[in-house]
């Protein structure tokens, strides 16, 4: 009869193994007949490898009988080995079992389910189930899903090489080989391979220069990818300049000359090599040897009580130097008297006695001169006592008589204390006229008749406060100096504006520089009054340090009191001269300490916006937002030999020549406006003339000189006494900025003084480039305000735009549509800091557009984004 527990689980024996397994349960002992059966081997996950079949195990104890089931099924008692055996430990039955797996049997499969096996185990008192093995079939794809990709590197730059293993069951492991041999992170920490197989190579040296191969491999196959060439290079760096040469020339003008090598490091692996000269020339003068001549004899002395009288001369005309040859010859002759002049013996005598009474007469004049000399000094004590001079002052005519340029009249100074000759610009006087053109332009011509000078330039800035002015500038000046901070602020009031403001803001124009201060409304908190001043500083007053090949790009600028309060950002406009291409340079904002020292506080194009500071770049203006005010410069580094400054060139003559020789001046300054303003003031004090409209040169990095040349000069009238063909100003000279009123003066000379006209050509071009035709105009600007007047939008429909614009809209036409539509969305997130966006924004659209800027315009952007509402554009008189 069949036993009740194997029908219950409905085992797949046959009636003969039924039968048999009753009677071992029929024997086995009774103190364990109440026992489960536990597994002694469970089956294990398996992978077919190929067309191999895997072998699953299962042993158990205490058991009568034990079966595989696979997904779900029996496995027919055939296809099972078993063997029963006793432990001899426990005396109990131990019963194993063995099956094959075929990969037709998975493959049957494929795509339903997973393919797995579990092992089922009975006993008298019940059932067990093993754990469930899967059986997989083993592959690996031969495509890798991505290889590695060849680079050329600089030395210790970091490397990232990619690697994504072919598909394959189980996943494939994933070693690196450089060269064919094994990379093993723990032995050179330089390597290291991420979790997702990537290989990065922390610091690039010579030798991890190779080809390096991805290797994928599992328990099926091996892959091996494309190899990856690595070429780590080495850029040329220059060594440092040799001294320079002794001079070429023994006597005279000559040439001495520098180098430098490309081997700190040496270019290695196509590296570029180093950019610029090798070898630097510069002019010299060596001190000419001098041989010394003699002077004219003297006068033959009295004849002597010897009967001898002399006569000298000296080694003086001229004297020996340099290394030049002393005089040959005597210094000192004697000659014989003749008898009728010889003394006799009384005479001697009255001789010495004569010696005693001189030297009597000696004692008597140097006291007498004592006496004088004393007189004069009590004299001048008490005329200047008298007088209240000041001992600091002196007459400026002392200072300038003999320096006078002809038809120029020297007029009183107005302060004592300014050792200054104003001229007088209205005298008439001869003119020049010529243009600046490239080496392939028509000559032109020159006319020398009589004319003006130039214009007048503005050279004073008035402030508008609520319809009055404050009082003069030059008292606002000179008390802002006094005190203990502003001590280096130069006395200049033709480039000082200052006003007096309160919460409404305004504005602080220096005329014809290009500088100015927006101050926006709230900037000032309300129940503040501030005096506020804008002054462009000299460079040589303050030495801005400037290293290696960095070069001052803008004007210095001050504007304080630093210490003021402020709720908001002002905006500070100044010109640059450089070509606006971040690409090119690497410019740092520069601001002076308390203590006098520079420090850099903004990279441009790394702006952060919670920082007090942020620049707008436009092609010729900085517009800097600042939260604190002080003194600013901005100071660039080229990166390479395509970066360029913009220099300005401007050409002057004498403004009267009444000799035969005649000076053309040929400027080369940074294109801003300051500078060139400058140079007007200066010219117009030495009675110069512009004689052409100023043009841009756009001056690259490639540590060549500018030369400058003046051709096709009429031979039968004029002649240049420039002794060579051109003139060249050093590159370095006009690269770091540091020089103001850099110029060249070409000296020519007319052979008689009826010639009036000149028709030349003027040639200015960079060594090694191109000749260049240029245009430039130069304008004024308008005076400072301070309240409403100084801004173009009105303030209370500035406060209808914020209030409009501020609050997020679902459609988007809130202020990031205006920012957009006024082409500043790359500051949108400069903008999204500030308590009020649109605010910043207005603010700097007055700062780009007060001088040309139209409120219509802004209506109209205000309804292209669907801000149409009458009432924001729509105030009253008694509102503006």
Same mark, same amino acid.
């Given at each position: 009869?069949?036993?009740?527990?194997?029908?219950?689980?409905?085992?797949?024996?046959?009636?003969?193994?039924?039968?048999?397994?009753?009677?071992?349960?029929?024997?086995?002992?009774?103190?364990?007949?109440?026992?489960?059966?536990?597994?002694?081997?469970?089956?294990?996950?398996?992978?077919?490898?190929?067309?191999?079949?895997?072998?699953?195990?299962?042993?158990?104890?205490?058991?009568?009988?034990?079966?595989? =089931?696979?997904?779900?099924?029996?496995?027919?008692?055939?296809?099972?080995?078993?063997?029963?055996?006793?432990?001899?430990?426990?005396?109990?039955?131990?019963?194993?079992?063995?099956?094959?797996?075929?990969?037709?049997?998975?493959?049957?499969?494929?795509?339903?389910?997973?393919?797995?096996?579990?092992?089922?185990?009975?006993?008298?008192?019940?059932?067990?189930?093993?754990?469930?093995?899967?059986?997989?079939?083993?592959?690996?794809?031969?495509?890798?899903?991505?290889?590695?990709?060849?680079?050329?590197?600089?030395?210790?730059?970091?490397?990232?090489?990619?690697?994504?293993?072919?598909?394959?069951? %189980?996943?494939?492991?994933?070693?690196?080989?450089?060269?064919?041999?094994?990379?093993?992170?723990?032995?050179?920490?330089?390597?290291?391979?991420?979790?997702?197989?990537?290989?990065?190579? =922390?610091?690039?040296?010579?030798?991890?220069?190779?080809?390096?191969?991805?290797?994928?491999?599992?328990?099926?196959?091996?892959?091996?990818?494309?190899?990856?060439?690595?070429?780590?290079?080495?850029?040329?760096?220059?060594?440092?300049?040799?001294?320079?040469?002794?001079?070429?020339?023994?006597?005279?003008?000559?040439?001495?000359?520098?180098?430098?090598?490309?081997?700190?490091?040496?270019?290695?692996?196509?590296?570029?090599?180093?950019?610029?000269?090798?070898?630097?020339?510069?002019?010299?003068?060596?001190?000419?040897?001098?041989?010394?001549?003699?002077?004219?004899?003297?006068?033959?002395?009295?004849?002597?009580?010897?009967?001898?009288?002399?006569?000298?001369?000296?080694?003086?005309?001229?004297?020996?130097?340099?290394?030049?040859?002393?005089?040959?010859?005597?210094?000192?002759?004697?000659?014989?008297?003749?008898?009728?002049?010889?003394?006799?013996?009384?005479?001697?005598?009255?001789?010495?006695?004569?010696?005693?009474?001189?030297?009597?007469?000696?004692?008597?004049?140097?006291?007498?001169?004592?006496?004088?000399?004393?007189?004069?000094?009590?004299?001048?004590?008490?005329?200047?006592?008298?007088?209240?001079?000041?001992?600091?002052?002196?007459?400026?005519?002392?200072?300038?008589?003999?320096?006078?340029?002809?038809?120029?009249?020297?007029?009183?100074?107005?302060?004592?204390?300014?050792?200054?000759?104003?001229?007088?610009?209205?005298?008439?006087?001869?003119?020049?006229?010529?243009?600046?053109?490239?080496?392939?332009?028509?000559?032109?011509?020159?006319?020398?008749?009589?004319?003006?000078?130039?214009?007048?330039?503005?050279?004073?800035?008035?402030?508008?406060?609520? &319809?009055?002015?404050?009082?003069?500038?030059?008292?606002?000046?000179?008390?802002?100096?006094?005190?203990?901070?502003?001590?280096?602020?130069?006395?200049?009031?033709?480039?000082?504006?200052?006003?007096?403001?309160?919460?409404?803001? &305004?504005?602080?124009?220096?005329?014809?520089?290009?500088?100015?201060?927006?101050?926006? %409304?709230?900037?000032?908190?309300?129940? =503040?009054?501030?005096?506020?001043?804008?002054?462009?500083?000299?460079?040589?007053?303050?030495?801005?340090?400037?290293?290696?090949?960095?070069?001052?790009?803008?004007?210095?600028?001050?504007?304080?009191?630093? &210490?003021?309060?402020?709720?908001?950002?002002?905006?500070?406009?100044?010109?640059?001269?450089?070509?606006?291409?971040?690409?090119?340079?690497?410019?740092?904002?520069?601001?002076?300490?308390?203590?006098?020292?520079?420090?850099?506080?903004?990279?441009?194009?790394?702006?952060?916006?919670?920082?007090?500071?942020?620049?707008?770049?436009?092609?010729?203006?900085?517009?800097?937002?600042?939260?604190?005010?002080?003194?600013?410069?901005?100071?660039?580094?080229?990166?390479?030999?395509?970066?360029?400054?913009?220099?300005?060139?401007?050409?002057?003559?004498?403004?009267?020549?009444?000799?035969?020789?005649?000076?053309?001046?040929?400027?080369?300054?940074?294109?801003?406006?300051?500078?060139?303003?400058?140079?007007?003031?200066?010219?117009?004090?030495?009675?110069?003339?512009?004689?052409?409209?100023?043009?841009?040169?756009?001056?690259?990095?490639?540590?060549?000189?500018?030369?400058?040349?003046?051709?096709?000069?009429?031979?039968?009238?004029?002649?240049? =006494?420039?002794?060579?063909?051109?003139?060249?100003?050093?590159?370095?000279?006009?690269?770091?900025?540091?020089?103001?009123?850099?110029?060249?003066?070409?000296?020519?000379?007319?052979?008689?003084?009826?010639?009036?006209?000149?028709?030349?050509?003027?040639?200015?071009?960079?060594?090694?480039?191109? &000749?260049?035709?240029?245009?430039?105009?130069?304008?004024?600007?308008?005076?400072?305000?301070?309240? %409403?007047?100084?801004?173009?939008?009105?303030?209370?429909?500035?406060?209808?735009?914020?209030?409009?614009?501020?609050? %997020?809209?679902?459609?988007?036409?809130?202020?990031?549509?205006?920012?957009?539509?006024?082409?500043?969305?790359?500051?949108?997130?400069?903008?999204?800091?500030?308590?009020?966006?649109?605010?910043?924004?207005?603010?700097?659209?007055?700062?780009?557009?007060?001088?040309?800027?139209?409120?219509?315009?802004?209506?109209?952007?205000?309804?292209?984004?669907?801000?149409?509402?009458?009432?924001?554009?729509?105030?009253?008189?008694?509102?503006?």
């Amino acid at each position: 009869t069949r036993p009740s527990s194997v029908t219950a689980n409905s085992t797949p024996c046959s009636s003969v193994s039924l039968f048999s397994l009753c009677l071992s349960i029929s024997t086995l002992p009774a103190a364990f007949s109440d026992l489960l059966p536990h597994f002694l081997v469970e089956p294990e996950d398996e992978y077919i490898v190929k067309n191999k079949p895997v072998t699953l195990t299962c042993r158990s104890t205490p058991a009568t009988q034990i079966y595989f =089931k696979c997904n779900g099924e029996w496995v027919h008692q055939d296809d099972h080995l078993i063997e029963r055996t006793v432990d001899p430990a426990t005396a109990l039955p131990v019963m194993q079992v063995t099956i094959d797996i075929t990969r037709q049997q998975v493959e049957k499969i494929f795509g339903l389910d997973e393919y797995w096996c579990q092992c089922v185990a009975w006993s008298t008192t019940g059932t067990q189930k093993s754990q469930k093995a899967y059986i997989r079939i083993a592959y690996l794809r031969k495509n890798f899903e991505e290889e590695p990709q060849g680079k050329e590197v600089a030395l210790d730059q970091e490397v990232l090489l990619r690697c994504h293993p072919p598909e394959g069951v %189980p996943q494939a492991e994933v070693e690196w080989q450089r060269n064919e041999d094994v990379i093993d992170p723990a032995s050179d920490p330089n390597f290291f391979i991420t979790t997702d197989h990537n290989l990065v190579i =922390k610091n690039a040296r010579l030798a991890d220069t190779g080809n390096y191969t991805c290797v994928a491999k599992n328990i099926v196959a091996r892959r091996k990818s494309t190899s990856a060439t690595v070429l780590v290079y080495v850029n040329g760096g220059w060594s440092t300049w040799t001294t320079w040469s002794s001079c070429s020339a023994v006597c005279g003008r000559g040439w001495q000359k520098r180098s430098r090598s490309c081997t700190n490091p040496t270019p290695l692996n196509g590296g570029t090599s180093c950019e610029g000269q090798n070898v630097q020339k510069s002019a010299c003068v060596a001190t000419c040897p001098v041989d010394g001549g003699w002077s004219e004899w003297s006068k033959w002395s009295a004849c002597g009580a010897d009967c001898s009288m002399w006569r000298t001369r000296e080694c003086t005309q001229p004297s020996p130097g340099t290394g030049g040859k002393e005089c040959q010859g005597l210094d000192l002759q004697s000659l014989n008297c003749t008898s009728e002049q010889c003394p006799q013996s009384e005479c001697t005598t009255t001789h010495i006695l004569g010696a005693e009474d001189v030297a009597l007469y000696v004692g008597m004049v140097a006291v007498a001169l004592c006496l004088t000399l004393l007189l004069i000094v009590v004299v001048l004590v008490y005329r200047r006592k008298k007088e209240g001079l000041d001992a600091d002052v002196a007459d400026s005519s002392i200072l300038t008589t003999g320096f006078q340029p002809m038809g120029i009249k020297p007029s009183k100074p107005e302060n004592s204390h300014l050792l200054t000759i104003q001229p007088d610009l209205t005298t008439t006087t001869t003119s020049y006229q010529g243009t600046l053109r490239s080496r392939h332009d028509a000559p032109g011509k020159f006319s020398m008749t009589n004319g003006p000078l130039l214009d007048p330039l503005p050279n004073g800035s008035h402030t508008l406060h609520n &319809g009055k002015l404050n009082s003069d500038p030059a008292e606002f000046v000179s008390r802002l100096s006094t005190q203990t901070y502003f001590k280096t602020l130069p006395r200049d009031v033709a480039n000082t504006s200052y006003g007096t403001f309160n919460f409404l803001g &305004g504005r602080l124009t220096i005329p014809s520089t290009g500088i100015s201060l927006l101050i926006p %409304p709230e900037a000032i908190p309300r129940g =503040k009054i501030y005096e506020i001043y804008l002054t462009v500083q000299r460079k040589e007053d303050l030495r801005l340090p400037l290293a290696g090949c960095q070069t001052l790009l803008s004007p210095v600028v001050s504007c304080g009191p630093p &210490g003021v309060v402020l709720s908001r950002p002002v905006i500070l406009s100044m010109d640059h001269c450089f070509d606006a291409c971040l690409d090119n340079w690497a410019v740092r904002l520069k601001k002076q300490n308390y203590e006098g020292v520079w420090e850099d506080i903004l990279l441009m194009g790394e702006e952060l916006v919670s920082e007090p500071y942020y620049c707008q770049l436009e092609a010729e203006t900085c517009r800097l937002f600042s939260e604190q005010l002080g003194t600013f410069a901005l100071v660039g580094e080229s990166l390479h030999m395509g970066a360029a400054k913009r220099l300005r060139l401007v050409l002057f003559s004498d403004a009267y020549c009444s000799t035969l020789e005649y000076n053309i001046r040929v400027y080369c300054m940074d294109d801003t406006q300051d500078v060139f303003k400058e140079v007007m003031q200066m010219e117009r004090q030495l009675g110069g003339r512009l004689i052409d409209e100023p043009h841009v040169l756009l001056f690259k990095d490639s540590y060549h000189n500018l030369r400058l040349s003046i051709h096709d000069m009429p031979q039968a009238h004029w002649r240049s =006494k420039l002794l060579a063909g051109y003139q060249e100003i050093p590159f370095y000279h006009i690269w770091n900025g540091s020089q103001r009123y850099l110029h060249c003066t070409f000296t020519l000379e007319r052979l008689s003084l009826s010639t009036c006209e000149l028709t030349c050509q003027l040639c200015v071009w960079q060594v090694e480039g191109e &000749g260049q035709s240029f245009t430039l105009t130069a304008h004024s600007e308008p005076l400072t305000l301070a309240g %409403p007047s100084a801004f173009q939008i009105p303030y209370l429909i500035r406060q209808k735009i914020c209030s409009s614009l501020d609050a %997020p809209c679902p459609n988007g036409a809130d202020w990031r549509m205006l920012a957009q539509r006024l082409k500043l969305e790359r500051h949108m997130s400069f903008f999204a800091s500030k308590a009020s966006p649109t605010s910043v924004i207005l603010d700097l659209w007055e700062a780009q557009h007060f001088h040309s800027g139209n409120i219509n315009q802004l209506a109209t952007v205000m309804a292209d984004i669907g801000k149409q509402e009458a009432m924001i554009f729509l105030v009253s008189d008694g509102e503006c």
